[in-house]
DNA sequence: ATGTCCACCTGCTGGC
DNA sequence: TGCCAGCAGGTGGACA
């Protein structure tokens, strides 16, 4: 799934079609996703100007002018796309916009998520109040992580994809920044000294940047809702390279799992 | 509290 | 070529 960065260029590509625009007809076309869908998903979107598009953790929020927010989650493959013909199978909640686009919510394994708030007690609601902070936020202290970690035995891979911790962290893009901050994704989160936390945090936040740049990582569902796909799979230097050589001393990559996900390190570079 | 494991669901792929 | 076990970007709940 969508990560923080593939969230991000959804969202981001939502933007131009929604902004300002008003929602004609939101039409759900089975009852749930992971959970059940809001019983008056159409009533209260249909007829509304969609005023905000955002992001928090690997939830997307838009806001509309009846003060509103819905809040969605791709869980692993999740897609928004341009539906213009008869929806697709998997299409499971259509958007007709004013002006005659057409969004869907496209999600075969359903592991995704829609709910709506009231805008204004967003964050009170059960799936953001619980998230950690934003990752980019340049107001994060730089040892947010380091104190996180403290006294933890939990391995640092399952502590960053922790979304209490930090919101929006997966599992590619925790196996990425460990290895850009040689940390080994097995070990005691409290064993790894403070300031290797300090700088996993902002190969964190290099990562994530260079993945939005790239529009984030195309694998089997991820695209934008433009159909364009990202590239930032290109530049991964762990991530489902198990058996390749580490980018960095040549070694066969190592395939282990941690906390039930599939991880890849280097057992040379990563300590 | 903390950590581990599993289920949820469909589609694709790699090995036979 | 065909079949099918195993695996996939997530996460909440059951359990030790």
């Given at each position: 799934?969508?990560?923080?960065?593939?969230?991000?260029?959804?969202?981001?590509?939502?933007?131009?079609?929604?902004?300002?625009?008003?929602?004609?007809?939101?039409?759900?076309?089975?009852?749930?996703?992971?959970?059940?869908?809001?019983?008056?998903?159409?009533?209260?979107?249909?007829?509304?100007?969609?005023?905000?598009?955002?992001?928090?953790?690997?939830?997307?929020?838009?806001?509309?002018?009846?003060?509103?927010?819905?809040?969605?989650?791709?869980?692993?493959?999740?897609?928004?796309?341009?539906?213009?013909?008869?929806?697709?199978?998997?299409?499971?909640?259509?958007?007709?916009?004013?002006?005659?686009?057409?969004?869907?919510?496209?999600?075969?394994?359903?592991?995704?998520?829609?709910?709506?708030?009231?805008?204004?007690a967003?964050?009170?609601?059960?799936?953001?109040?619980?998230?950690?902070?934003?990752?980019?936020?340049?107001?994060?202290?730089?040892?947010?992580?380091?104190?996180?970690?403290?006294?933890?035995?939990?391995?640092?891979?399952?502590?960053?994809?922790?979304?209490?911790?930090?919101a929006?962290?997966?599992?590619?893009?925790?196996?990425?920044?460990?290895?850009?901050?040689?940390?080994?994704?097995?070990?005691?989160?409290?064993?790894?000294?403070?300031?290797?936390?300090?700088?996993?945090?902002?190969?964190?936040?290099?990562?994530?940047?260079?993945?939005?740049?790239?529009?984030?990582?195309?694998?089997?569902?991820?695209?934008?809702?433009?159909?364009e796909?990202?590239?930032?799979?290109?530049?991964?230097?762990?991530?489902?390279?198990?058996?390749?050589?580490?980018?960095?001393?040549?070694?066969?990559?190592?395939?282990?799992?941690?906390?039930?996900?599939?991880?890849?390190?280097?057992?040379?570079?990563?300590?």
């Open positions: 799934m969508p990560e923080l960065p593939e969230v991000e260029t959804v969202v981001r590509g939502l933007g131009p079609l929604l902004l300002g625009r008003r929602l004609l007809r939101v039409e759900a076309r089975r009852p749930d996703l992971r959970w059940p869908l809001p019983a008056d998903l159409g009533v209260r979107l249909s007829g509304a100007r969609v005023q905000a598009l955002a992001r928090r953790g690997k939830f997307g929020l838009l806001s509309t002018d009846r003060g509103d927010t819905l809040i969605f989650h791709l869980g692993m493959s999740g897609r928004i796309r341009v539906s213009p013909g008869s929806p697709h199978p998997h299409d499971h909640v259509l958007f007709a916009v004013e002006g005659g686009t057409v969004l869907a919510f496209h999600d075969p394994r359903r592991f995704g998520a829609m709910d709506i708030a009231r805008t204004d967003l964050g009170r609601h059960r799936w953001l109040a619980p998230l950690g902070p934003e990752p980019l936020d340049p107001a994060l202290a730089p040892d947010h992580l380091a104190r996180a970690a403290a006294g933890r035995v939990l391995a640092i891979k399952s502590l960053l994809m922790d979304q209490r911790v930090l929006g962290i997966g599992n590619i893009y925790a196996a990425e920044a460990l290895f850009r901050a040689r940390i080994a994704p097995a070990r005691a989160a409290g064993r790894v000294a403070a300031r290797r936390l300090i700088a996993l945090q902002a190969a964190l936040a290099d990562v994530l940047a260079e993945s939005i740049a790239a529009g984030g990582s195309s694998l089997r569902d991820h695209a934008r809702v433009s159909g796909l990202g590239t930032y799979q290109l530049g991964f230097r762990v991530y489902g390279r198990q058996g390749k050589p580490c980018p960095a001393c040549g070694r066969a990559l190592r395939l282990s799992v941690i906390g039930g996900r599939s991880s890849v390190h280097c057992t040379a570079c990563q300590r």
